[in-house]
């Protein structure tokens, strides 16, 4: 029986691809063949002993696909190596039975699986084709794809199936990647906020991005198909083509600025194109990707604008600006240095440090820029005292701002004014203050300068009058120095800016109260408007004037006494004078009569 076999072997040599392909092709599985291949699935390492036989055996051990056979009566299944080994199972262990296979099914899958092969038990034509997961030995899955071919017997029905299996786990993992990378893709570009386009040769559009159709508020079905070009403005459209003609050459890219007619208007868009080459190098597509541009394209214009109004503000100023490098060579002058400083620019192209004197004030400054080149920082603004053309010197303040590219300062910019009247009217209030200072000093009365309320100068007078030291009292509240009483009158008297003498109670470190003379007057000290407020000690004035009270109401006393006493005297004399005028008129009377008497008896 063996040599039979053998023999029939030689005659039909069906190998391992013959039978795949025999099961891929759909057609019937010729009925003298049937008992070949179950052999072949059962029993090939009987025929190993001729050469033939061996060939067989060896491709099936080197083709990664497994052929198997499913038996309905007997629910078991035979199967090449292949299938052993694509599950990691060995040789000897007994895994032929439909049902432990079963088991071995991706929870997932097993619905879908078993209901494809109920379906195709109901209509097994053609060839049943399903992919699904099966348990590994240690535990993975691992995706295989399955081809199948149904043999049938009375009534259409499924006695034995024969098919091939294939191990796709990587071609699944490829497939997820690319999935997943599709998906990226499709999100990113869905939510691309720049516009994304490809056309082909003729500028007509094969792709349009949401983002492309949303800002020109057009459907993808309006846009494929038609050219880009109309929506382009007319100034823009030569320049477009020109631009667009580096396509067909190396590195076959391009960029481009136009305006094109979108929802909102016109819009400025930049595209950066890139072309799509075939083998032969021939530009086949155009993949542009495009962004809104108008915002920046506006600020270019106010900078532009902004550029022309700096150069006139800088050559019809008074000021010098400048730039030099960070060895301080100077790299810009305006024209303004000819007036300042009797030099061209041209003629002024030097290092900046030979234009300075030698005051050491000049040293400030440059350490100033050294420190500005260093740290690439603004420092403070510094004056410089330099030297005209003619030798005469001229101040001037200086304002600057290092430039720095990439965390490393390349320049230093600024611009130089004037100040020298400035300087001369300083030097004279110097000395004009010089000469108050020594004159407050010398007064006996306190002078504090106060700027809304805060002392910021005083004299000696002032810290033996309140007992602090003068750095005690520069950065004093005004009101601090009077008394609680009075510090209301006081406050609204300093801020208000009352002109005439007054009165209060001040009050010294230790918080001893004396009576004190305020007089203060608004004046400009060293630039500011400042009130100058003196004060004078007048307790001994206030206790005289007390003393002088107290005796003027005593004198009142006796001269009120003395009044009631007069007034008593006087009324007595009154009353006297009366009785002394009536006795007066009655003698007169008596006197008359008497006369009468007399007349009568010499008559």
């Known amino acids: ?14 190998v391992i691809n013959e039978l795949i392909g025999l099961i891929e092709s759909g057609k019937p599985i010729p009925a003298d063949q049937i008992g070949t291949i179950k052999k072949i699935l059962t029993s090939y390492d009987e025929y190993i002993d001729t050469d033939g036989e061996k060939s067989l055996n060896e491709i099936f051990k080197v083709t990664s696909d497994a052929i198997w056979e499913w038996d309905a009566k007997s629910n078991n299944v035979k199967f090449s190596d292949q299938l052993r080994n694509q599950l990691g199972y060995g040789p000897n262990e007994k895994i032929n039975n439909f049902d432990f296979l079963q088991k071995l099914f991706h929870p997932e899958d097993k619905t879908r699986v078993l209901k494809n092969l109920v379906d195709y038990f109901k209509n097994p034509v053609g060839i049943l084709t399903f992919e699904l997961r099966l348990k590994h030995k240690d535990g993975s899955y691992r995706w295989v794809r399955n081809k199948a071919l149904a043999n049938v017997g009375e009534n259409n029905r499924v006695i034995r199936m024969i098919g091939s299996q294939t191990d796709i786990t990587i071609q699944k993992e490829y497939e997820e990647d690319l999935i997943r990378s599709e998906l990226k893709y499709r999100l990113l570009v869905e939510h691309q906020t720049d516009l994304i386009v490809k056309v082909d040769v003729e500028g007509r559009f094969l792709f349009v991005s949401p983002s492309y159709c949303d800002i020109f508020g057009k459907s993808e079905i309006e846009l494929l ?14 320049p477009t083509e020109t631009a ?36 032969k190098k021939e530009v086949i597509e155009i993949i542009g990707v495009g962004r809104i541009i108008t915002e920046r394209k506006k600020a270019e214009e106010e900078l532009k604008e902004s550029q022309k109004k700096l150069k006139n503000i800088i050559e019809n100023s008074s000021n010098i600006f400048y730039s030099h490098n960070t060895n301080h060579v100077i790299t810009y002058l305006s024209p303004q240095v000819n007036d300042i400083l009797g030099y061209s620019p041209e003629e002024a192209m030097i290092e900046w440090m030979n234009l300075t004197t030698k005051n050491a004030i000049n040293e400030i400054g440059f350490q100033l820029t050294k420190e500005a080149i260093k740290t690439g920082k603004v420092q403070r603004t510094y004056e410089l005292e330099l030297l005209h053309k003619s030798g005469r010197k001229v ?4 304002r600057e701002a290092p430039v720095v590219i990439n965390g490393e ?22 000395d004009s203050e010089s000469k108050n200072r020594a004159l407050s000093e010398a007064t006996f009365e306190a002078l504090f300068f106060t700027e809304k309320g805060i002392c910021i100068e005083c004299n000696a007078a002032s810290s033996r009058l309140f007992d602090y030291t ?3 009292l520069v950065g004093m509240d005004g009101t601090n120095l009077i008394a609680p009483e009075f510090k209301e009158q006081v406050e609204n008297n300093m801020l208000g800016g009352y002109e005439e003498p007054y009165e209060a109670l001040a009050m010294k470190k230790d918080g001893t109260k004396f009576w004190a003379e305020f007089h203060g007057q608004m004046y400009i000290y060293r630039g500011k408007i400042v009130r100058v407020t003196s004060i004078k000690d007048i307790s001994e004035r206030k206790t005289n004037e007390e003393e002088l009270k107290k005796y003027r109401e005593q004198l009142e006393e006796v001269v009120k006494e003395r009044t009631i006493e007069l007034e008593e005297k006087n009324k007595q004399l009154e009353r006297m004078n009366n009785l002394f005028v009536g006795r007066e008129f009655r003698i007169k009377e008596l ?7 007399e007349k009568k008896s010499s008559s």
């Open 591 to 597: 006197k008359d009569k008497v006369k009468e008497l």
């Open 244 to 279: 667009m003609k580096n396509l067909y050459k190396e590195p076959y890219n391009c960029f481009i600025e136009q305006r094109a007619f979108t929802k909102n208007g016109w819009e400025w868009i930049a595209w950066q194109d890139t072309a799509i080459l075939n083998d």
């Open 470 to 472: 003068y750095d005690e």
């Open 395 to 398: 101040w001037v303040e200086v």
């Open 409 to 430: 300062t390349v320049e230093i910019v600024g611009a130089l004014s004037d100040i020298t009247e400035r300087k001369k009217a300083e030097i004279a209030l110097r």
């Open 225 to 238: 198909g038609n050219k880009f070009m109309p929506l382009v403005h007319e100034d823009d459209r030569e």
């Open 1 to 14: 029986m063996k040599t039979k076999n053998k023999e029939s072997l030689k005659k039909k040599p069906l």
